[in-house]
């Protein structure tokens, strides 16, 4: 009982339209990058996209040997089709770590400003949520939750 009061203290700033924002293409959050697995059809294409490729290189890259051809042309394949180790999918805004105002021109002033982030969260909030500090909150919200509930290292870097 005490767990589910805990659930409205910790949702209470994400919407609907923070979710459809940040959710991954298809809107399910994994802690990692799945290889979609291909039907035959899909094989096919491939077959034939590689036997394509094959031709066309050819005459271009005539001095490049064949296991090297075919090693590059299946990294290529396997990079189209696969995101990158780590990516959750999870589209949040981006949030410099620094960003100094333009007219801090001293290196005190420039001091001052790495210290203290007031300019740095009122260009996020301008920038990225339309001086919305709930629509921040509830990014932040849904970042914890991703990493709390679905261990996706990205919602907790965010976060952070």
Not at 47 to 66: K, V
């Amino acid at each position: 009982a005490e767990e589910r009061a805990a659930w409205p203290r910790l949702t209470c700033f994400i919407t609907q339209a923070i979710i459809e924002r940040i959710q991954p293409v298809g809107g399910v959050i994994s802690s990692t990058a799945h290889r979609e697995k291909a039907d035959s059809s899909t094989r096919v294409d491939l077959e034939d996209a590689m036997q394509r490729m094959r031709l066309n290189a050819e005459n271009a890259r005539s001095a490049e040997s064949e296991a090297e051809r075919r090693q590059r042309e299946i990294r290529e394949i396997e990079e189209s089709l696969c995101p990158k180790p780590g990516s959750s999918g999870l589209f949040f805004s981006s949030i410099p770590q620094r960003l100094i105002p333009p007219s801090a021109k001293t290196p005190a002033e420039i001091t001052l400003h790495s210290l203290d982030k007031s300019y740095l969260l009122e260009e996020c909030l301008r920038r990225h949520f339309q001086n919305d500090h709930q629509a921040l909150l509830g990014e932040l919200q849904f970042a914890f939750l991703s990493f709390a509930l679905a261990q996706v290292l990205e919602g907790f870097e965010h976060w952070k």
